[in-house]
């Protein structure tokens, strides 16, 4: 798998354990739960604009190999 699916599937759960944890109200915390899928979308705009992501770094620096967008 490259960079580009595994920063892909992590936003994907980021995004979705945010937004279930707000609607099932998990540990009480409400609506705070969808400061996570926020912060994920802000991030992947700012990256789509920039290219920085921190997510792309950490896994090149693990060793994954890069795709397209991360070369």
């Given at each position: 798998m490259n960079i580009d699916r595994?920063?892909?599937m992590m936003?994907?759960?980021?995004i979705l354990v945010g937004t279930a944890g707000a609607y099932?109200?998990?540990?009480?915390f409400g609506s705070y739960?969808?400061?996570?899928?926020?912060?994920v979308g802000?991030?992947?705009f700012q990256a789509s604009?920039?290219?920085?992501c921190p997510?792309?770094?950490?896994?090149?620096?693990?060793?994954?190999?890069p795709g397209?967008?991360?070369k």
């Amino acid at each position: 798998m490259n960079i580009d699916r595994m920063v892909m599937m992590m936003a994907g759960v980021f995004i979705l354990v945010g937004t279930a944890g707000a609607y099932l109200n998990w540990m009480d915390f409400g609506s705070y739960w969808l400061i996570i899928p926020g912060f994920v979308g802000a991030n992947l705009f700012q990256a789509s604009l920039t290219g920085f992501c921190p997510a792309a770094m950490i896994f090149k620096a693990l060793g994954a190999t890069p795709g397209n967008a991360f070369k």
